[in-house]
């Protein structure tokens, strides 16, 4: 730990960011999720108050805003900050992947975007998944990117690309390169169970500068992998957040119902649920935090990241649906959380790759270690 965050701080700061998630932003989901104005002016809110208690931006670079936390000491924070989908947004950690990504791959032109990116005053969308081909297969992906004397045209459709609504700029796989955009167009949001948030975007004629293609030209997929390392494990972070949060719900009802003249906790068979949904989480944060280690000092990760994603998206499905069961009819209603949760448990056995592609991928790696 460096000495900048030392034990009782890191303890502080864990307190107080899980304080900020559970007494401001869960609240605040129901707006959150209806997307909007509302949503908007919601966010802005939170926003202002993460800024006045000095909890903003904790992950990104201190010389462009940011608080300077390094990954291993964010890591530790990630799964609380992650206990609502809202969190990283509302606490300005949301463009980390962005910022690293241009820090690493942008010109200079494409950084004049870092400060005010951390600053909250514009926010990016990511779009390689697209309508009629499988995001499974990246290669697959049909947006072309033509050059021009000066740099590309680019066409094509993208859709799921999350926060493209209220984006200022996306950044777009196309003929294998990734390239920074702000002229692309809205062509409709994509509602996931109900939810706000996914968009499908057109890119008809769009010309970048040279400037604003990431890394060299047909590096995209190289970049992507390298952003994904460690969005896949900030994103088991967070779906242990939630999952943690279904559980403690599932736990207080099943010790407050009573049945029959006793309480829920005594039956078996909801005990055997509560067994198997802390199995879940206690195994699948063991290798979240093996993934993150592994990332935190650059290393190769495939394999644990795929373990990992796989165990933590299951892991979330499976704890919300067994604490809405827990919970009975009103576990399906607007009074908890937990349609939320689990509507986010199902996406993510499909978001950020599917499971099975993980599922064959981390096997085919395996066996070839096995080989060697
Ligand atoms: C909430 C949400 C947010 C998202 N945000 C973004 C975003 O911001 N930017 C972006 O670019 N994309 C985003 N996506 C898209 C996401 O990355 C894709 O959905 C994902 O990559 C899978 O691609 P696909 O949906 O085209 O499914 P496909 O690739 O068509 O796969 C469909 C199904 O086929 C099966 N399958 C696929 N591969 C294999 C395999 N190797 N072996 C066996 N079976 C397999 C699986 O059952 C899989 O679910 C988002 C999706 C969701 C739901």
């Given at each position: 730990m460096p000495p900048e965050f030392p034990a009782e701080r890191k303890r502080q700061v864990l307190e107080r960011v899980s304080a900020f998630l559970r007494e401001r932003v869960w609240p605040s989901e129901t707006v959150l999720d209806a997307g909007g104005q509302a949503a908007q002016e919601e966010l802005a809110r939170l926003r202002g108050e993460a800024k006045a208690e000095g909890l903003w931006a904790l992950p990104l670079p201190r010389e462009i805003g940011g608080g300077g936390l390094g990954l291993t000491e964010y890591f530790s924070l990630a799964e609380q900050e992650g206990s609502s989908d809202h969190g990283p947004a509302a606490l300005g950690s949301a463009c980390l992947l962005d910022v690293r990504m241009f820090q690493r791959f942008g010109r200079p032109a494409v950084k004049e975007l870092l400060k005010p990116l951390v600053a909250g005053e514009i926010s990016g969308s990511y779009a390689m998944t697209e309508p009629g081909v499988a995001g499974s297969d990246p290669q697959a992906a049909r947006t072309t990117a033509v050059r021009t004397s000066d740099g590309w045209l680019l066409n094509g459709r993208k859709w799921f690309?999350?926060?493209?609504?209220?984006?200022?700029y996306v950044t777009v796989l196309a003929s294998g390169s990734l390239f920074v955009t702000t002229d692309f167009s809205v062509k409709r949001e994509i509602p996931v169970l109900g939810a706000a948030g996914q968009f499908e975007i057109a890119l008809d004629d769009v010309h970048v500068p040279h400037d604003h293609l990431l890394g060299e030209e047909g590096d995209g997929l190289r970049i992507a992998g390298t952003r994904l390392a460690l969005g896949r494990t900030l994103r088991c972070l967070r779906w242990l957040g939630m999952a943690e949060r279904a559980f403690d719900l599932m736990c207080r009802r099943a010790t407050e119902r009573q049945v029959s003249g006793s309480a829920?906790?005594?039956?078996q068979l909801v005990q055997q649920h509560v067994f198997e949904s802390a199995l879940a989480i206690r195994s699948a944060r063991a290798l979240t935090h093996q993934a993150a280690d592994l990332v935190a000092a650059a290393a190769d990760a495939r394999i644990e990241i795929g373990l990992a994603k796989v165990a933590a998206a299951r892991t979330l499905h499976q704890v919300s649906d067994s604490a809405i069961q827990v919970f009975g009819a009103e576990g399906l209603g607007?009074?908890?959380?937990l349609p939320m949760l689990a509507r986010i448990g199902r996406a993510a056995r499909i978001l950020d790759g599917a499971d099975e592609m993980h599922v064959s991928d981390t096997a085919r790696r395996l066996l070839r270690t096995r080989a060697d």
């Open positions: 690309t999350s926060g493209a609504g209220s984006a200022s829920l906790a005594d039956r607007p009074d908890t959380p």
